[in-house]
């Protein structure tokens, strides 16, 4: 295993419903975050806190250039409909990658002094695996 640099990630996404998967228009950054639902369950006389873990969750963002030749993420937000979605760290080693179903949103973002940006924040809409 080694150290990757960014600037060769890409997402890949159905922009529209039952579409294929397509790179999503000049993003230029995406994170992705696995958590476990945790509940404390403490009893007397225990020498610290105990938890009990519950159900995974996953979700993230990604950022990038607004594009009006594109939907980006727009129709997926706007219909609400889950969409199939691939996060590869890097285009130089295809094999490994982040997939499943995301329900996205998506945010615009307009300066005077700067470029129209986008973000959108997506949620598991069923399970998100790691492949390689």
Excluded at 40 to 68: R, S
Excluded at 100 to 119: E, R, Y
């Amino acid at each position: 295993m080694s150290r990757i640099h960014g600037r060769n990630g890409v997402i890949y996404m159905n922009l529209a419903s039952g579409g294929t998967p397509e790179p999503i228009a000049y993003l230029n950054a995406w994170s992705i975050k696995f958590t476990t639902d945790t509940d404390e369950v403490t009893a007397f006389q225990d020498t610290n806190k105990i938890y009990v873990a519950g159900l995974p969750d996953c979700q993230g963002d990604f950022a990038g250039f607004y594009d009006d030749a594109t939907v980006q993420t727009y129709t997926a937000a706007s219909d609400g409909i889950a969409r199939k979605m691939y996060i590869y760290p890097s285009t130089l080693k295809t094999t490994q990658y982040f997939s499943g179903l995301a329900i996205t949103d998506f945010n615009v973002d307009s300066k005077v002094s700067g470029a129209i940006t986008i973000s959108a924040s997506w949620k598991a809409s069923g399970n998100i695996v790691k492949t390689g």
